[in-house]
């Protein structure tokens, strides 16, 4: 299992049920050394509310030898590149991952999707695209793959998607998996835990990387270091608290 888990909620989005303590207690059971803490962001009916997000300051780095990300999972707001992170909320984010969710951006249609996706990573605000394999969302697997590649933004891999939501992605994680491997880009694990107890798990993610020979040398949960590597190459901030991680 890989250390690293880069998509999780706790309470401060409504319709989750664990807390910051209870995520870095499960992860000192389940091998997980750093973890991004991405609550949806304030365009959401049940997000928390901005300053949420600006305070993210008060969180420890390290608790107990566990690394915290403060992160969002931001909404893709329009064909723009626009999200509902900006300004001071940008400025306190670590890792920002961005992805479609309906009460913001209903679905439409297969090009107006792609359109939107590609904008947002073209952005340079965001590191990471949540749930591409949505099939509510369709898009054009390879055009996003190539744009995922040329911006370096990575896309997720996510396994509650294979579980408890968005039934029906599997086959387009296969080809987005497939895409992302040859268009040279990355790809970022997500567990999307509502509760602590499934931190870590990537059992699915795992299979379709390996149905399709995804290279590991560009999978950003193989250690701390590589993903950290990857925020500061994108972002030029160095948290000097990780550095032992």
């Given at each position: ?69 403060r992160?969002i ?31 913001v ?9 792609t ?8 952005s ?21 793959a ?26 387009n ?13 990355r ?5 999307d ?26 999978v ?26």
């Amino acid at each position: 299992m890989y250390p690293v888990d880069l998509h999780m909620h706790t309470v401060a989005s409504t319709h989750a049920y664990s807390t910051l303590r209870d995520y870095v207690l499960q992860a000192q059971t389940c091998g997980i050394k750093l973890l991004a803490i991405t609550d949806h962001g304030p365009d959401m009916a049940d997000a928390p509310h901005y300053w949420h997000f600006v305070n993210m300051r008060v969180w420890p780095r390290l608790v107990d030898g566990i690394g915290i990300l403060r992160g969002i999972e931001a909404n893709i707001k329009n064909i723009d590149g626009d999200i509902d992170c900006t300004g001071p909320m940008m400025d306190a984010m670590d890792i920002v991952v961005a992805g479609f969710h309906e009460p913001v951006f209903p679905p439409q249609d297969e090009a107006t999707h792609t359109r939107a996706m590609i904008a947002a990573m073209a952005s340079g605000n965001v590191h990471i695209i949540s749930h591409p394999g949505n099939p509510r969302y369709p898009v054009d697997i390879p055009a996003i793959a190539e744009a995922a590649a040329k911006y370096d933004v990575a896309l997720e891999l996510n396994n509650s998607s294979f579980e408890h939501s968005r039934k029906g992605s599997e086959p387009n994680c296969r080809k987005i998996a497939a895409a992302v491997r040859d268009a040279g880009g990355r790809v970022a694990l997500g567990s999307d835990s509502h509760t602590a107890f499934t931190l870590g798990n990537f059992e699915h993610c795992l299979r379709i990387m390996q149905e399709v020979d995804f290279p590991q040398d560009r999978v950003l949960n193989v250690t701390p270091r590589r993903l950290l590597d990857f925020l500061e190459q994108r972002t030029g901030k160095k948290i000097d608290e990780f550095a032992g991680l």
